[in-house]
T-cell receptor, first 113, second 112 residues
Framework: AQTVTQSQPEMSVQEAETVTLSCTYD???????LFWYKQPPSRQMILVIR??????QNATENRFSVNFQKAAKSFSLKISDSQLGDAAMYFC??????????FGTGTSLTVIP | DAEITQSPRHKITETGRQVTLACHQT?????MFWYRQDLGHGLRLIHY???????NKGEVSDGYSVSRSNTEDLPLTLESAASSQTSVYFC???????????FGDGTRLSIL
């Protein structure tokens, strides 16, 4: 079974600084998709960014970017110019060409003013 | 705009009661999922459905059931609620391929 590991239960970052959240996954598939979701205190699950495994170029969405290392099965999220509104729980998720998603246990990000 | 709606938002009930959580999506997605979220466990899959009349067990399905009679709805039933089922429950839907899951706002269920 696929597993997704987020080894950092908690992280903190100074406002305006950069932080990187780690995610590794285990799979024997060659074609799959990876996602980062943000869950603020409101409890909503918000899609932050996605990456297709067949694309070598790292995905970016404004201040959010990923470092996708397929051989190492690593998918880290970099948040640049951190803002107070970035404080949330962040979940990494894996999806292969079937329809199931597998989620990590989450990283709680605190932004320090 | 398309959306996915869960109800109720909060519920308190007693052990042994039957409880049903509603999930309704207007995305017209074939795939629907139920998760529970507990501290330290992330999101764990309870049941999922790939279409009408299709249901499948997930990682933590014991004590739960679902039915899919139409595309829009996937209600989750706790047959006899137990205190261990106190949790936050999320419903999600998705299309196939590279599409992400869309989530409801969650139901906080407390079983006393």
């Amino acid at each position: 079974a696929q597993t997704v590991t987020q080894s950092q239960p908690e992280m903190s970052v100074q406002e305006a600084e950069t932080v990187t959240l780690s995610c590794t996954y285990d799979t024997s598939e060659s074609d799959y998709y990876l996602f980062w979701y943000k869950q603020p205190p409101s409890r909503q699950m918000i899609l932050v960014i996605r990456q297709e495994a067949y694309k070598q170029q790292n995905a970016t969405e404004n201040r959010f970017s990923v470092n996708f290392q397929k051989a190492a099965k690593s998918f880290s999220l970099k948040i640049s110019d951190s803002q107070l509104g970035d404080a949330a729980m962040y979940f990494c998720a894996y999806r292969h060409t079937g329809n199931q998603f597998y989620f990590g246990t989450g990283t709680s990000l605190t932004v320090i003013p | 705009d398309a959306e996915i709606t869960q109800s109720p938002r909060h519920k308190i009930t007693e052990t042994g009661r039957q409880v049903t959580l509603a999930c309704h999506q207007t995305w017209n997605h074939n795939n629907m999922f139920w998760y529970r979220q507990d501290l330290g466990h992330g999101l764990r899959l309870i049941h999922y459905s790939y279409g009408v009349q299709d249901t499948n067990k997930g990682e933590v399905s014991d004590g739960y059931s679902v039915s899919r009679s139409n595309t829009e709805d996937l209600p989750l039933t706790l047959e006899s609620a137990a205190s261990s089922q106190t949790s936050v429950y999320f419903c999600a839907s998705s299309e196939s391929g590279d599409q992400p899951q869309h989530f409801g706002d969650g139901t906080r269920l407390s079983i006393l």
